[in-house]
């Protein structure tokens, strides 16, 4: 059985941090590119950063130079390192886990930057 399990996630107020982590289990065969994805009320879901099993990541334009996404391929985990968070970056954020015959999804963990 395939889990993508999420940790990480709460309330912070504006110019905090908080660090994602999501473990993979139950997939065989190689994982391409792991990310983060996130949702905000009444928008659509946005893919925030990536990084293949090499080490190439990329952000979207929003929270470039602010969050570093990482991986341990030994462990099948991927997490986001968030800084400077701003109240628009709320939302619930999604794991994601590329193999070359589908797309595995985390069940989400909500972030909430307010003050």
């Known amino acids: 059985q395939v889990q993508l399990v999420e940790s990480g996630g709460g309330l912070v107020q504006p110019g905090g941090s908080l660090r994602l982590s999501c473990a993979v289990s139950?997939?065989?065969?190689?994982?391409?590119?792991m990310g983060w994805y996130r949702q905000a009320p009444g928008k659509q879901r946005e893919l925030v950063a990536d990084?293949?099993?090499?080490?190439?990541?990329r952000y979207v334009d929003s929270v470039e130079g602010r969050f570093t996404i990482s991986r341990d391929n030994a462990k099948n985990t991927v997490y986001l390192q968030m800084n400077s968070l701003k109240p628009e970056d709320t939302a619930v954020y999604y794991c994601?886990?590329?193999?070359?015959?589908?797309?595995?999804w985390g069940q989400g963990t909500q972030v909430t930057v307010s003050s």
């Open positions: 990084i293949t099993s090499g080490g190439s990541a």
């Open positions: 139950g997939i065989i065969g190689r994982i391409n590119a």
């Open positions: 994601n886990a590329v193999t070359a015959w589908y797309d595995y």
